[in-house]
């Protein structure tokens, strides 16, 4: 390896420096802060674990992004998490004992394969919260309301758009048209897409003027609150799981419509993210200057199936970092005081009781330069230890 490539970072690794380092901490503790607030009991599980126990309910996309390696002591085959929440499911499953509602919250290092997209990091740092022991739609609102609260924190909620779902829409239709594995996969793939052309080409080789054109509607049911009156008359004729749904998410938008009036809400029935995973509504806050989601979250009632406690769970996660970049504060840090170098003992008193009190004090060390660069210094002045400008 050539000496210039030492300090290279892998492709998407990131790093913080100063003081953008400072402000991520302060943010951690303010969003923890938040969340504590709110009566959430945090929790830090390890950054690894025996993969099987890594990945148990949360499907192949999460597999192929989860970094493996074998454990030196037990020949077992680990993974570096690429997800805190299952880690999440199994504490709420084996390592509490709470029969009813649990609220948990979490901040730590994850590490992907992948990065989510061309410019994203492969080791954001993921915060969230997560209920488990509740199934109502309460709880959701509980949740998204925390979101909501946690971008207002970083003051990235104004022009905020919320895009909400429901996996039980695509779930019912699939259903209905009794779609085998080869013909629901292309499907999803052309959903994904977006690909209208290809999609007229898919439904034609189905059988049912019905089902045609429920599927092929599906993609086109993405917009404001009203996407849902037109869905429930082009629908109307659906499995009731695909009205329940409907049903659910006009409660939900009316409800955060009158907790948050200046919220813009955005529907896309045919939203797939985390169809394995999820299994009611699925939410994404995104903001202009942003391409990708600054914070997702939804249903997965069946996540602690496999740790043998299915509980109702819902909740949402976020990228600190990335909340830290939107946010309209102003990074700043207080000006660092250099106090001259010796074994004074009024010299060191001084330096502590400013310590104690908040101050950022260093003291100089012997033909060291870099404490030129401080702005303020210590001095004796009239037997007292002041801080004065240099």
């Given at each position: 390896?050539?000496?210039?490539?030492?300090?290279?970072?892998?492709?998407?690794?990131?790093?913080?420096?100063?003081?953008?380092?400072?402000?991520?901490?302060?943010?951690r503790r303010r969003m923890l802060d938040l969340y504590h607030r709110w009566g959430?009991?945090?929790?830090?599980?390890?950054?690894?674990?025996?993969?099987?126990?890594?990945?148990?309910?949360?499907?192949?996309?999460?597999?192929?992004?989860?970094?493996?390696?074998?454990?030196?002591?037990?020949?077992?085959?680990?993974?570096?998490?690429?997800?805190?929440?299952?880690?999440?499911?199994?504490?709420?499953?084996?390592?509490?004992?709470?029969?009813?509602?649990?609220?948990?919250?979490?901040?730590?290092?994850?590490?992907?394969?992948?990065?989510?997209?061309?410019?994203?990091?492969?080791?954001?740092?993921?915060?969230?919260?997560?209920?488990?022991?509740?199934?109502?739609?309460?709880?959701?609102?509980?949740?998204?309301?925390?979101?909501?609260?946690?971008?207002?924190?970083?003051?990235?909620?104004?022009?905020?758009?919320?895009?909400?779902?429901?996996?039980?829409?695509?779930?019912?239709?699939?259903?209905?048209?009794?779609?085998?594995?080869?013909?629901?996969?292309?499907?999803?793939?052309?959903?994904?897409?977006?690909?209208?052309?290809?999609?007229?080409?898919?439904?034609?080789?189905?059988?049912?003027?019905?089902?045609?054109?429920?599927?092929?509607?599906?993609?086109?049911?993405?917009?404001?609150?009203?996407?849902?009156?037109?869905?429930?008359?082009?629908?109307?004729?659906?499995?009731?799981?695909?009205?329940?749904?409907?049903?659910?998410?006009?409660?939900?938008?009316?409800?955060?419509?009158?907790?948050?009036?200046?919220?813009?809400?955005?529907?896309?029935?045919?939203?797939?993210?985390?169809?394995?995973?999820?299994?009611?509504?699925?939410?994404?806050?995104?903001?202009?200057?942003?391409?990708?989601?600054?914070?997702?979250?939804?249903?997965?009632?069946?996540?602690?199936?496999?740790?043998?406690?299915?509980?109702?769970?819902?909740?949402?996660?976020?990228?600190?970092?990335?909340?830290?970049?939107?946010?309209?504060?102003?990074?700043?840090?207080?000006?660092?005081?250099?106090?001259?170098?010796?074994?004074?003992?009024?010299?060191?008193?001084?330096?502590?009781?400013?310590?104690?009190?908040?101050?950022?004090?260093?003291?100089?060390?012997?033909?060291?330069?870099?404490?030129?660069?401080?702005?303020?210094?210590?001095?004796?002045?009239?037997?007292?230890?002041?801080?004065?400008?240099?």
């Amino acid at each position: 390896m050539a000496l210039a490539d030492r300090w290279l970072l892998p492709d998407g690794v990131k790093e913080v420096l100063a003081p953008d380092a400072h402000y991520v901490e302060a943010l951690r503790r303010r969003m923890l802060d938040l969340y504590h607030r709110w009566g959430y009991e945090l929790v830090m599980p390890p950054l690894m674990e025996h993969l099987d126990s890594l990945l148990t309910g949360v499907g192949r996309d999460l597999d192929l992004n989860t970094f493996k390696l074998t454990d030196q002591l037990s020949g077992r085959t680990l993974g570096v998490r690429a997800d805190i929440t299952p880690q999440v499911a199994r504490i709420d499953a084996h390592r509490m004992h709470t029969e009813g509602v649990n609220r948990l919250c979490y901040c730590g290092s994850v590490l992907h394969t992948h990065p989510a997209q061309p410019l994203a990091s492969r080791n954001p740092t993921q915060v969230g919260a997560e209920i488990y022991g509740h199934a109502g739609i309460e709880s959701d609102l509980e949740v998204i309301s925390l979101m909501l609260e946690t971008l207002a924190e970083v003051k990235a909620d104004h022009d905020l758009s919320l895009d909400l779902g429901h996996v039980d829409i695509f779930g019912g239709l699939m259903a209905a048209a009794a779609l085998d594995g080869a013909q629901q996969a292309e499907y999803r793939d052309i959903l994904e897409r977006k690909a209208l052309p290809e999609l007229a080409q898919f439904v034609d080789t189905l059988d049912g003027p019905q089902v045609r054109g429920w599927l092929a509607e599906l993609p086109r049911m993405i917009g404001g609150v009203e996407v849902l009156a037109r869905a429930q008359q082009v629908f109307a004729e659906a499995p009731a799981q695909v009205a329940e749904a409907l049903q659910y998410l006009q409660r939900l938008a009316d409800t955060l419509q009158a907790r948050y009036p200046q919220l813009d809400l955005y529907f896309d029935l045919s939203e797939l993210r985390g169809y394995n995973y999820h299994t009611g509504v699925v939410f994404a806050a995104y903001v202009p200057t942003h391409g990708q989601a600054v914070a997702k979250g939804g249903r997965y009632d069946e996540i602690g199936r496999d740790f043998g406690r299915a509980r109702p769970a819902t909740g949402f996660s976020a990228d600190l970092k990335t909340l830290a970049e939107l946010s309209r504060e102003p990074v700043s840090m207080a000006p660092v005081v250099v106090a001259p170098a010796g074994e004074d003992e009024s010299l060191l008193r001084a330096i502590r009781d400013l310590r104690a009190q908040g101050e950022r004090v260093v003291q100089a060390l012997p033909g060291a330069a870099q404490e030129d660069a401080y702005s303020h210094q210590l001095v004796l002045r009239e037997g007292q230890w002041v801080i004065a400008k240099r």
